[in-house]
Every structure is written in structure tokens, then in C-alpha cells.
């Protein structure tokens, strides 16, 4: 198995990079070929800017998605980007470790979603290359992510709410690019908990790398689930945390 992990966190001696070592100690150890990635300690650029593409005046109007497409295609994305995407082509599976941050992804590993899951390479909607279409369909892909609350709270009922809806535009946008996601690994209230806690959260996290490729599957709406008009069909149930029906939705 070939496996590019992607860490997401500014200290070298954090509990996520701990994790994202084990991930690498592990598969190594188990004879898999790893590729490693520390965003922050490889001074990683997360903007996505002007700069990524050639030929665009001062003048010009920048519509990224268009010139992430015309790079592409034209053999000019940028060179840290290509990287990425070479990366990412060659991986059979990838896990991207961070800490879940005000609800969402660090601005680091957001900021490398947005350059490197790039219209091109990862999705062309105009010729149906998404979701489970997606330039990386078939590429297994696992968050592993911390937390500073505890699980209870984490719950439907508690103060943070459901964890599997927040991390729901994560995981869809990943699967917009194509990736079969993995059940994420997640490691709560990292911060309080004891050292022999933590040991026991690392031993998981070697055992969840040796499984990566029998792992469950995360549940999506295959395409033909929607009408032309990307709604549900009407005798179609919701299976993710992303859709629901009116009667169901709490706020619409």
C-alpha cells in the first residue's frame, strides 16, 4: 500500500504529530511505502492567489477555478502544487491529521485543499469528473483529527453539536474530488487527558493505519440519486448527515 499522510499542525511536538508519526512508523514497519507531509515545517504557502498562474495581468479578473482548469490542462500549475498533486496520484490511501479548529480544518490544511483539490486535476463538473467520479475516485482518504472537548459534547445533544455534521462539508468536499472516505479517527480532549490516555489513543491509531484498506466505507448519494436539478428524488432517503427532508430539518 502506498499512503501519503499530510500533517496540519504548527508545532513539531504536538499530539497531531505524534499521531501522524505513529501513522508513518507504523506503515513503514508493516512494509507499505510512505510519503510525508508537514505542512508548516515544509513552509508550505496555503494562499490561493494570482501568483499560482501565469499570464494574468494586473487588470485581469482571476476566476480560480477556470485558471486552476487551464493550468492543468496546460502542463503550467504551479510547482508546489504539482508536487501535491503527484503525491496524491501516486497515494492508494491518505490521511490528513490536524486539530478540528473553530469547527473546521486549520487554515494551513484549508488553505492546501484549496490549491492543491484544484478544477482540473480533481473535478471538471462540466464533463461529470466529481463526486464519485472525482479525479481521485478510488483513493482511499482518512481524517484524523484532535479535539479539545470531550465526546460527550461532540454528541447531537451537546454544546458543540453533532461531529458528524461539522465535519460533513469536509468530508463532502473530498468526495466532490473523488476520495472514498475512511470512518475518521478521533482522538477527544487531548489536551486534559493523562499521558497513559494518550498512549492508548497512539495504539489505536497504529492499529487503524494497518486496517486502512478494509476500513467501512463513509456513506454518500451516489449522482444518479439526484434529479437534473441536483435535489434528491423524491423516493430517495437521505443517507448522510448533509441531506435532509423538511419534516426532519431542524432549520431549513
Known amino acids: 500500500m502506498k499512503v501519503y499522510i499530510v500533517l496540519a499542525h504548527p508545532e513539531r511536538r504536538s499530539f497531531n504529530a505524534a499521531l501522524a508519526d505513529v501513522y508513518r512508523s507504523t506503515l513503514e ?3 507499505h511505502h510512505v510519503r510525508f507531509r ?9 494562499l490561493l492567489t494570482r501568483t499560482d498562474f501565469e499570464g494574468c495581468g494586473d487588470g485581469d479578473l482571476v ?3 477556470k485558471a486552476q482548469s ?9 510547482a508546489d502544487i504539482a508536487i501535491e498533486h503527484n503525491n496524491l496520484i ?4 491518505v490521511i490528513l491529521q490536524f486539530p478540528l479548529w473553530l469547527y473546521g480544518l486549520p487554515a494551513m490544511l484549508k488553505g492546501w ?8 486535476v480533481a473535478h471538471r463538473p462540466a464533463e461529470n469528473i466529481w463526486f464519485e467520479n472525482g479525479g481521485f475516485s478510488g483513493t482511499r482518504i482518512m481524517l484524523s483529527l484532535t479535539t479539545n472537548g470531550r465526546r460527550e459534547t ?9 461531529l458528524d455534521i461539522i465535519l460533513w462539508p469536509i468530508a463532502n468536499a473530498l468526495r466532490f474530488s473523488g476520495f472514498d472516505l475512511v470512518e475518521p479517527f478521533i482522538a477527544f ?20 493505519a494497518r486496517s486502512m484498506l478494509d476500513l467501512d466505507l463513509m456513506p454518500f448519494h451516489a449522482l444518479t440519486d439526484y434529479s437534473a436539478n441536483g435535489v434528491l428524488k423524491d423516493d430517495v432517503q437521505p443517507a448522510t448527515p448533509g441531506q435532509q427532508r423538511p419534516d426532519n430539518c431542524v432549520r431549513c
Open 29 to 31: 514497519a508493516d512494509g
Open 63 to 65: 476566476q480560480f477555478p
Open 70 to 78: 487551464r493550468a492543468w490542462s496546460g502542463n503550467r500549475t504551479a
Open 90 to 93: 501516486w497515494a492508494d490511501a
Open 38 to 46: 508537514d505542512l508548516h515545517t515544509d513552509g508550505f504557502n496555503p
Open 154 to 162: 461532540y454528541a447531537h445533544n451537546g454544546r458543540h453539536g453533532s
Open 113 to 120: 485543499c484549496e490549491r492543491v483539490l484544484s478544477e482540473g
Open 189 to 208: 480532549d487531548v489536551v486534559r487527558v493523562s499521558d497513559s490516555d494518550r498512549r492508548e489513543i497512539l495504539g489505536h491509531a497504529a492499529n487503524r
